[in-house]
Each structure stands twice: as structure tokens, then as C-alpha cells.
């Protein structure tokens, strides 16, 4: 071969060399990252894994943790669904910066519900500052002052109840609640003069948040014309008691005034429509939660003697010392009744699924070491019903314990963080946590000093179909009234 065809070959030559080289390397990189994408949940393409989700994501997560462990995917349509299940894959999922996980796309279908300007109708610097301003109004400070107009309520609440009879136990604390609610965040003027227009219009906006509405938020149907108006009827509402506390100088203790007095960092104040919209996020985010868990609290503990015993004993002592009396310090001193609460609130939490939007490539090791990377683009998904049941991070999973939380035990923070994830936690864990512990203390502790109750109907069925899970039905409680003596 003459020297120039030579070269030319040899050029030739490397040129397939290195084609060759980099289908190869290719080929090992997709075969890698194939060989760590999670599992896929099995089904018919495009519609299996729909059909599997649309019998309830719990049914479908008990039937596939057990068969492809704690990190999985389904297509659901055209997405993806990640799922992570347990402290040791859950880190990324509560840790992750917003611009690596995102709430604002999985969490869209509110912004009809909450308004525009606010949560997740703005951007992430803006939802912070709206979050800073929940923050403060859940201050302690801000706390102690709720906690007084929470026991007022409760006390004036059950002094209506006779001397002895039934109720529907769930149906009276959702009502004691929605009043306590009303009185600490929308403010006295809803609570004393507009209440039952306020809870009309709250009911609406209620009934207007259905599982369609999560795909298709702004479906032309009924009950989403009907949100609509009790979203602007509501804001005409609070735009005038805003403008009459401000008129007056007045300035109450309820978040209603925190929210009218918070400023964004560039000095702007909060707009009447933004405040509007920051306390329907409020009750949305703390009703359903907090009357739920009270009712579930309340189930367990009258079926549950020896525990009933213990958070009696526990207001006997503190009656003793404290006399009548109960405040925010009093209420932090019931830790019986708060690990009863916190049980309660494990074996059943009322958000049974939480998500993100990934933007960014990741990866997770479970804690068998199995790696999986996990593509941008997914839905990211973890549940605080399934997770909080977990055998190897509770014993005895399923059984009412609440000393499992008990100095020695705590097996909330044996396994590590994110063990718990009925508040969830991280980044965006709940702000209203002490706030919901407050209140269903000042609730229970008042029923414990004041009647003796019988459970007359059967334990309450979980109602997997409500968008936040509570209870099934009624649960009918015979009631005594008694004064608790002091030990
Ligand atoms: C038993 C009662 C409650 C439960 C079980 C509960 C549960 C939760 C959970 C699971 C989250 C995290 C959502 C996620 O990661 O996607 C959350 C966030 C939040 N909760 Fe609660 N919540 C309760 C009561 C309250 C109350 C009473 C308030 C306010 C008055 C409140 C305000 C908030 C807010 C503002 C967030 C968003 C935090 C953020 O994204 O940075 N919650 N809650």
C-alpha cells in the first residue's frame, strides 16, 4: 500500500475504532443505568399502573413493597411515580432544594381553592416570605394567647352538652374544631358575627376540592362554579373586616392580624386578597388534620383502658397542681396524652400521600444496598400511612401502642429521621404541628375532666375516599358528666 493510502487507512481505522468505543460505552451506560432504574409496578402499558392507583394508593403500595421493596415506579398514563418507602431512601425526598424537588406542579391543584398570589400560585422565594409569615403567627408567643382562646372554646362547647345522653363524637369535634379554628385564625368577627356565613362559604370551597379536581382543577362542573364563588364571597368578606380593623387601629391575636401585619422583605405589605388567601391555606392545612386525629385519639383511647388510665391519672395530677386551671405551659406538661395523640396520629395519618416533581437526576441506596437512579421528570411520592407502619422501624406495627414514644423506646427515632412522617418533615415539614398538639389537648383534657365515655358504636373504619383520610361514619359515644377529683 502506497504511504498516502496508508495513512488514509489508518485514519479510517481509528475513526471506526473510536465509533465502535463509544457505542460501547454507550451501550454500558444505558445497560448501568437501566440495570438501577427501580422496579416498574407490572400491568397492561399505559393503563396498568392507573388502574392498580385508582384502587387506592394503599392497597397498591401493601401488594408491591413486599415484592420490590422500597423503591418502585409506576406509570401512571403518561407519568411517572417514584415511590419512596422509609427513612433510609426518604432523606433526598424531605431534604431536596425546591429546584431539585419541586412541590409547586404536584401541589397546582389548590391554587383555585387558596386564590391567586399565594403558596402555590407564586414562586418559590415568595412562597418562602408567605411561609415565614405562617411562621411567626405560630409562634409560642402567638401560641400561648390561641391556647387560652382554645379552652375558652372547648369549655363553653361541652357546657351545652347535657348531664348525660349520645353523641356522634366525630361530627361534635369537627364542629368544636371549625370553631376553635375560626376564633385563633380568622379572627373574632368571623367567630362572633359571620360564622355561619364563613362556614357556608367553607363548606363550598370544601365540597369543591374532589379527586377530579387533581387532574382537572379547573373542570367547568358544579361543585368547582360553587368554590369559585365562595372563593370571591370570602374575599369580599375579609376585605371589609380587614379595612375595619385597620380603620379602628384595632389589632387582635389571631392570624388574621399576623397576616395583615406581615411585610415581604422588599417592605410591601400583604394584600387584602393575599391574606384572604393565606387563611383559607390555614384551615385547609389544619381542620380536616386536627379533627380527624382528635376523633381517632378519642376511638383509641376508649377502647384502650389501660392508656384511658394513664392520661386520667395524668389530669388528676396536674389538676392537683395546677388546680382548674390550663394553659399553653399546663397543656406541654401532658405527655401521656400527647404520645396517645401522636399514636393515634401514626396509625392514621389524615395526608396519606405526599408529593414532588423532580427536576434533577438522583440516586437512592436502600438498606439491603441495592442503588437506583432516578431520571428527572418522575413524581416523586412517599406515604406517611404506609411508612409509619413499617415492621422493621415499629414493633408491632399495627397494634395501638403509644409507649413506643417513651423515653427508652423511642422508636420514632431509632431507625433514624423521617421515621415519622405524619407532619412530614425536612424542608417542608408542618408548620401547624405544635398548634395541632395544642389544640387536641386542650380538647381531650377538657372531655377527660369532665364526663366519663363509652364507645357505643364499633371502631371507626378508615374512609380511604376523602381526599384528607379520616373516619368512617359515626362514632357514638355515651356520655356522663363527672368531675374529675384530684389524686
Ligand atoms: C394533625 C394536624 C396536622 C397534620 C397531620 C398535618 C400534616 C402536614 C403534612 C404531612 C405536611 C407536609 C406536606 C408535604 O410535605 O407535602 C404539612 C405541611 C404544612 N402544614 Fe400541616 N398538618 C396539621 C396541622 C396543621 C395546622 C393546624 C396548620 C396551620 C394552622 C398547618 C400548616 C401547615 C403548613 C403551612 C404546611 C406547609 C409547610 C411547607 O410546605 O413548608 N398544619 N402538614
Known amino acids: 500500500m502506497e504511504p498516502d493510502n496508508n495513512k488514509f487507512f489508518n485514519v479510517g481505522l481509528l475513526l471506526l475504532a473510536t465509533l465502535l468505543l463509544a457505542k460501547l460505552i454507550s451501550a454500558l451506560l444505558n445497560s448501568r443505568s437501566n440495570k438501577r432504574a427501580p422496579p416498574t409496578v407490572k400491568g397492561i402499558p399505559f393503563i396498568g399502573g392507573l388502574l392498580r392507583f385508582l384502587k ?13 421493596g422500597s423503591v418502585f415506579t409506576v406509570n401512571l398514563l403518561h407519568k411517572k411515580i417514584t415511590f419512596l418507602i422509609g427513612p433510609e431512601v426518604s432523606a433526598h425526598f424531605f431534604k431536596a432544594s425546591e429546584s431539585d424537588l419541586s412541590q409547586q406542579e404536584v401541589y397546582q391543584f389548590n391554587v383555585p381553592t387558596f386564590g391567586p398570589g399565594v403558596v402555590f400560585d407564586v414562586d418559590y422565594s415568595i412562597r418562602q416570605e408567605q411561609f415565614r409569615f405562617f411562621t411567626e403567627a405560630l409562634r409560642v408567643t402567638k401560641l400561648k394567647g390561641y391556647v387560652d382562646q382554645m379552652v375558652r372554646e372547648a ?8 348531664d348525660s345522653g349520645e353523641v356522634d363524637l366525630k361530627y361534635e369535634l369537627e364542629h368544636l374544631i371549625i370553631l376553635t379554628a375560626s376564633r385563633c385564625l380568622l379572627g373574632s368577627e368571623v367567630r362572633d358575627k359571620l360564622f355561619a356565613d364563613v362556614s357556608a362559604l367553607f363548606h363550598d370551597l370544601d365540597n369543591g376540592m374532589l379527586p377530579i379536581s387533581v387532574m382537572f382543577p379547573y373542570l367547568p362542573i358544579p361543585a368547582h362554579r360553587r368554590r369559585d364563588q365562595a372563593r370571591s364571597k370570602l374575599a369580599d368578606i375579609f376585605a371589609k373586616i380587614i379595612a375595619s380593623r385597620k380603620c379602628n387601629g384595632s389589632s387582635d391575636n389571631d392570624m388574621l392580624q399576623c397576616f395583615i401585619d406581615s411585610k415581604y422583605k422588599d417592605g410591601r405589605s400583604t394584600t387584602d386578597s393575599e391574606v384572604t388567601g393565606l387563611l383559607i391555606a390555614a384551615l385547609f392545612a389544619g381542620q380536616h388534620t386536627s379533627s380527624i386525629t382528635s376523633t381517632w385519639t378519642g376511638a383509641y383511647l376508649l377502647c384502650h383502658k389501660e392508656y384511658m388510665s394513664a392520661v386520667l391519672e395524668e389530669q388528676q395530677r396536674l389538676m392537683g397542681k395546677h388546680g382548674d386551671k390550663i394553659d399553653h405551659d399546663i397543656l406541654s406538661e401532658m405527655d401521656n396524652l400527647y404520645r396517645c395523640i401522636k399514636e393515634a396520629l401514626r396509625l392514621h395519618p389524615p395526608l396519606i400521600m405526599l408529593m414532588r416533581s423532580s427536576h434533577s437526576d438522583f440516586s437512592v441506596t436502600t438498606r439491603e444496598g441495592k442503588e437506583y437512579d432516578i431520571p428527572k421528570g418522575h413524581i416523586i411520592a412517599t406515604s406517611p400511612a404506609f411508612a409509619n407502619r413499617l415492621p422493621h422501624v415499629y414493633k408491632d406495627p399495627d397494634r395501638y401502642d403509644p409507649d413506643r414514644f417513651a423515653p427508652g423506646r423511642d422508636e420514632d427515632k431509632a431507625a433514624g429521621p423521617f421515621s415519622y412522617i405524619s407532619f412530614g418533615g425536612g424542608r417542608h415539614g408542618c408548620l401547624g404541628e405544635p398548634f395541632a398538639y395544642l389544640q387536641i389537648k386542650a380538647i381531650w383534657s377538657q372531655l377527660l375532666r369532665n364526663f366519663e365515655l363509652e364507645l357505643i358504636s ?12 379520616g373516619v368512617k361514619g359515626k362514632v357514638m359515644v355515651r356520655y356522663k358528666r363527672r368531675k374529675l377529683s384530684v389524686s
Open 458 to 469: 364499633p371502631f371507626p373504619e378508615i374512609d380511604w375516599n376523602a381526599m384528607v383520610v
Open 155 to 162: 369549655e363553653d362547647f361541652f357546657s351545652k352538652w347535657g
Open 56 to 68: 387506592g394508593p394503599i392497597v397498591m403500595l401493601r401488594k408491591e413493597y413486599p415484592k420490590l
